[in-house]
């Protein structure tokens, strides 16, 4: 494995597990976030080349 590819797979790994920690962490504490009413249409408009950023401006940081 060149180093590169270790240091890309370190970093994508990384943000899985913090997502899923976070994730985890929201669903325990009951402090979950509807994610479809903002981040998913905003993730729909850019796959259709038409970005929004008003859905992300509504969504926690």
Request: aromatic share 14%; hydrophobic share 45%.
């Amino acid at each position: 494995m060149s180093e590169e590819l270790y240091h890309l797979s370190a970093v994508v790994l990384g943000t899985i597990a913090r997502g899923l920690a976070a994730t985890v962490l929201a669903n325990i504490t009951g402090d979950s976030y509807e994610h479809r009413s903002t981040v998913s249409p905003w993730f729909r408009s850019i796959f259709y080349f038409q970005p929004e950023p008003a859905p992300m401006a509504r969504s926690p940081w």
